[in-house]
């Protein structure tokens, strides 16, 4: 019974995943809004890992992000015109990356560790903004489009078609979320959950705690990289603004929102974020102040994000 | 060469001044309640913009002294409602909350003065260059390098002289002793949270008068004051002073020999000292972890 | 100023929509009800910033586009249904989320015409969307050459100049009245990028020499270390290309530093916005306007700047003109295709002219055919502290520039057009 209820969540995700495409239109969205749904879900997931599950903050995951956007457009536009090698590099490219910053800032906690993060991802911001002749700069990298995949037996053109692409960020998205689950079930998951809950008591038992936080951070990067590749495929296109911190504190905002003890939790605040965004932005000229206030109300009013509600309600 | 080299060392140390004022209010901030503060920027802003409103009734010096302590007033009463509620929560929500609270400041400034830039005219005798052979030293300059070293050493005054600077540096140190011994840390931690907007307000006036003022002036300062903050040392307000003149100085010469890592060498410093030396230059052991 | 914020968000989309409403749209009804054909209103989509570095400047387009809107439903709509503006921000830089809004405006709110970007950059971001889904593009105020050069589109016009057509009309009066050795302060992106190039060009022409250049980023506030490398390359003149509120940060610092005694501080594009948020003393220098509110000589300007005062108690910049021209220019083309095809939109475009209320200057601007670029006249002329026309008369023009003359030919822009088959 208890199994099976703990799979009716699961079921309704998926289900919903699987059908937006087609119910996003009559309820005033459209098929690229969902794209960006499943997408950032999965950036907001994969620095959940870290956050959630490891009791660590980072505030610079859009440098990885950005990464992967950067990775996947340059081998699309310089080397190979191919969207899963280019997602392949995307991938390689932060994750490297992640391991070189892991290592200088493992031994910072809290506060700390959040400023020094926020502060190297904008290593990575200067070098997209100022370096004109490779990354294009200011102006973005374009002159570069996903290409169609080869499937062997059959061609999938997911340039031209909107759900197309949709499906296979839906299947990249259902990958990661696979292994990240299975990683957080096996034993070095369950460590990582025992730094979070008291990192001391951790080390006494034995547990090498930097070498665990180190390998959490990798792993959320390399997730938060994929995502990456995802965004910039989405628009055919990227820009610095994709690695700046704002968007860090974008992903932090959707963990929380939707609950970041949860594992769904960052999805449902990506899906609440990237929607309420998209809105407002055409209401008002102030959506700034909107999102900002938003980004306030919740921190007061609903810390435990949306999942962390429902669950104590269910529980009572 | 040699000429231009000099030129950019001084020209950083005036610019690093202005970067250790704004970090020094962060760092204020940080060091007592474990708070980063986002909108540190838009503080800075909002002293400026106040500063301008206030001017055609209180001219340029009345402004000077009126508007940072008006932005401090605003930052006691926004720590009061907004930041108070989240001590002794995980420090992700106070980031949070600045983190919206900046979008709010530049949003609102820009709603109340307008996207476009305001002129933000200053005092006829400290507009000249002191002479044509280092005409980058103003005398507007010179006056704001002079405010900030008198600011500073208001700040260490404070500090190290009067009961509330002790307790503050007390409850930097052991916040539950201090507790414990009977001061309300819930005033103290309000008022540090003033000290440091005051700086953000003052470093916003002085802004104004230097750059153009804009709603988006404090967005592009918040992040240098983080490197200053951690290349001195977390915990060390002097190492923060320190790590402010560093990077200005480290920027200005940079444009000399490759411009285009003006803005990301500061980053690379701060990487190189973190792997030299974790805690800062100045950092005090053990306050990172 | 807050006057003007209040207006600007009056006039938001909400109550363009209602506007709309009361024009006989059905669009309150709501997406369900399928409302007869010729009822529906005509979109058209601003995706522009509203936000960030050129949000004053971006604001003035969109008041530009709405007093258009005003004027265009007063006679009639386009071909003969009521026309709606539906706004976007943009921001000022950011390129994804031009792309990204560009996409909605298309996709989902299905505009017939889309305009944007201040931001060149992000102009040639949205191109790419517009041409790929077909849709009649117009671009009010992004100067980078490429809009209608190297990746012109058929379906993308162009209101406001190239830089190379700035450059080529400012320089000879460059070279006259400040030298002929020049040192380069330019933002770096694609609009400072080609501006730069083009004056290099230009320039060399006329016999003038380029000492150095320095790139800075876009939203740089501090110029100092820039400023000391410029002087210390003695050149004649220090030429200013940075735009917005980069403008006035250099140019303030500039003027403080007393670098306006020891050189000629000018530059090539200079706008009312930059002008009016520096100090007096700042407003100085050789410039190139392309569209200027005092001229006593000209038809319909005088009712235009009335208007424009009515709404937001301003004069009109620059860029009401380039939102106001351009949003005629998406209906002039529709009423004389008498159709809402894109391609047979841009069809009749081609050598369109511009009638003299839209025009408001002398001569007649046409868009050139085969590049679809609007080629308008320039006032070359220079910035002066108090004007004798009030406070808003911040700029002398010395000199209309003819657009014709300086606009190059066809085959030196590079754009090679292709149509759909």
């Known amino acids: 019974m208890s199994a099976l209820r703990q799979q009716v969540p699961n079921a309704v995700v998926w289900l919903v995943l699987l059908t937006m495409p087609y119910w996003m239109g009559a309820v005033g969205g459209y098929t690229e809004l969902a794209s960006r749904v499943v997408v950032l879900g999965l950036a907001a997931m994969a620095l959940n890992f870290l956050l959630g599950f490891t009791g660590v903050l980072s505030f610079g995951h859009a440098a990885y992000f950005g990464l992967g956007a950067y990775g996947v457009g340059m081998t699309i536009k310089y080397l190979v015109p191919s969207t899963p090698l280019g997602i392949l590099v995307g991938a390689a490219v932060g994750t490297l990356a992640a391991m070189v910053i892991g290592a200088l800032i493992v031994k910072l906690r809290g506060v700390y560790f959040a400023m020094v993060t926020i502060a190297f991802g904008q290593v990575f911001f200067f070098i997209a903004f100022r370096w004109n002749e490779v990354t294009g700069g200011d102006d973005g990298l374009t002159g570069w489009k996903r290409q169609a995949l080869d499937l062997g037996f059959t061609r999938v053109d997911i340039l031209g078609s909107d759900k197309a692409f949709y499906y296979l960020v839906l299947a990249v998205f259902a990958a990661c979320v696979a292994a990240m689950a299975l990683l957080l079930r096996s034993p070095f998951g369950r460590t990582l959950i025992a730094i979070r809950e008291n990192e001391r008591r951790a080390r006494f038992l034995g547990i090498p705690v930097e070498q665990h936080i180190w390998l959490s951070f990798v792993i959320s990067c390399f997730f938060v990289s994929i995502a990456g590749t995802l965004y910039a495929l989405l628009s055919n296109f990227t820009d610095p603004r994709a690695l700046r911190w704002d968007q860090s504190g974008n992903f932090v905002i959707m963990a929380v929102l939707g609950g970041m003890r949860s594992f769904w939790g960052p999805l449902i605040g990506a899906a609440i974020f990237v929607v309420l965004q998209d809105y407002v932005s055409s209401q008002t000229e102030n959506w700034m102040s909107v999102i900002g206030v938003f980004f306030m109300l919740v921190v007061l009013f609903f810390p435990r994000g949306v999942l962390g509600i429902l669950r104590r309600r269910l529980a009572s | 060469m040699t000429q231009l080299i000099l030129f950019n060392v001084f020209n950083g140390l005036v610019v690093g001044a202005f970067y250790a004022l704004m970090a020094l209010g962060l760092s204020l901030i940080l060091n007592l309640s474990g708070v980063i503060n986002f909108a540190h920027g838009g503080f800075l802003a909002l002293g400026a913009y106040l500063a301008y409103t206030l001017m055609p009734y209180t001219g340029f010096w009345g402004a000077l002294v009126v508007a940072p302590v008006l932005t401090a007033v605003i930052g006691l009463a926004i720590e009061r409602v907004l930041i108070r509620p989240l001590y002794g929560r995980d420090p992700l929500y106070s980031l949070l909350l600045t983190f919206g609270l900046a979008y709010v400041l530049e949003d609102g400034a820009r709603f109340i003065w307008g996207a476009q830039s305001v002129p933000y005219p200053i005092p006829a005798s400290l507009t000249t260059p002191l002479s044509t052979e280092f005409f980058f030293l103003t005398g507007y300059r010179l006056f704001m390098v002079a405010l900030v070293a008198v600011a500073v050493l208001g700040l260490f005054f404070i500090l190290n002289r009067t009961r509330l600077g002790i307790r503050i540096r007390a409850g930097t140190l052991d916040l539950e002793t201090v507790s414990v011994l009977g001061v309300n840390v819930r005033v103290l931690r309000n008022l540090n949270f003033g000290l440091g907007i005051y700086l953000a307000g003052l470093a916003g006036v002085l802004a104004a008068g230097m750059l153009g003022l804009q709603p988006t002036i404090g967005t592009s300062l918040i992040m240098p004051s983080f490197v200053a903050i951690i290349v001195g040392g977390l915990g060390s307000l002097p190492g923060t002073l320190l790590g402010g003149l560093l990077i200005g100085v480290a920027s200005g010469l940079t444009t000399v020999f490759l411009p285009s890592a003006t803005e990301a060498v500061i980053y690379v410093m701060m990487g190189l000292v973190l792997l030299v030396r974790p805690r800062g230059l100045l950092g005090e052991e053990g306050r990172t972890q | ?421």
Not at chain 3, 149 to 159: D, E, L
Not at chain 3, 269 to 280: D, H, I, M, V
Request: hydrophobic fraction near 40%; charge should be positive; aromatic fraction near 8%.
């Open chain 3, 1 to 421: 100023m807050s006057g003007q914020d209040l207006l600007g968000k009056k006039l938001s989309r909400r109550t363009v929509i209602k506007a709309a409403a009361a024009a006989g749209a059905l669009q309150l009804t709501g997406p369900f009800i399928i409302s007869a054909r010729g009822e529906q209103p005509v979109k058209i989509g601003l995706d522009n910033p509203l936000t960030g570095t050129y949000a004053a400047v971006g604001k003035n387009e969109l008041i530009g586009c709405q007093l258009a809107i005003e004027q265009i439903n007063a006679k009639g709509g386009i071909v003969g249904r009521p026309v709606e503006l539906i706004v976007e921000d943009s921001t000022s830089g950011d390129a994804g989320t031009a792309v990204q809004k560009a996409r909605k405006l298309i996709e989902r709110d299905h505009v017939n015409f889309l305009l944007g970007n201040v931001n060149s950059a992000l102009a040639l971001a949205m191109a790419d969307v517009s041409s790929e889904k077909k849709v009649l593009h117009v671009v009010p105020g992004g100067h980078t050459d490429a809009v209608t050069g190297a990746t012109c589109h058929w379906n993308v016009f162009r209101i406001c100049n190239t830089t190379q057509m700035e450059a080529n009309a400012v320089t000879p009066s460059l070279i006259k009245n400040a030298g002929k050795k020049w040192y380069y302060i330019t933002p770096d992106y694609a609009f400072g990028h080609t501006l730069q190039a083009g004056l290099e060009k230009a320039c060399a022409k006329a016999g003038g020499t380029k000492l150095g250049a320095d790139l800075t980023p876009l939203g740089t506030t501090d110029f100092s270390s820039y400023l000391i490398k410029a002087q210390a390359a003695k050149p004649d003149v220090i030429i200013f290309l940075t735009q917005g509120d980069d403008m006035v940060n250099a140019l303030k610092q500039a003027v403080q530093f007393g670098l306006d005694k020891r050189f000629h501080l000018a530059g090539a594009q200079q706008e009312l916005e930059p002008l009016e948020g520096l100090p007096p003393e700042a407003r100085i220098g050789t410039w190139v306007f392309e569209w200027y509110w005092n001229q006593p000589n000209v038809p319909h300007v005088k009712e235009f700047v009335a208007a424009i005062k009515k709404k937001t108690g301003r004069v009109p910049t620059a860029r009401t003109w380039f939102g106001f021209a351009s949003t005629w220019s998406c209906a002039l083309g529709a009423n004389s295709a008498k159709s809402l095809e894109a391609v047979k939109i841009a069809k009749a475009m081609q050598g369109m002219k511009l009638p003299p209320e839209v025009a408001l200057m002398p001569d007649t601007p046409y868009f050139r055919a085969g590049q679809n670029q609007l080629i308008p006249n320039l006032y070359v002329g220079h910035a002066q502290a108090k004007g004798p026309a009030g406070p808003d008369d911040l700029f002398h023009v010395d000199q209309v520039v003819k657009g014709p003359d300086i606009a190059g030919t066809l085959e030196e822009s590079g754009c090679k057009m292709t149509w759909p088959a």
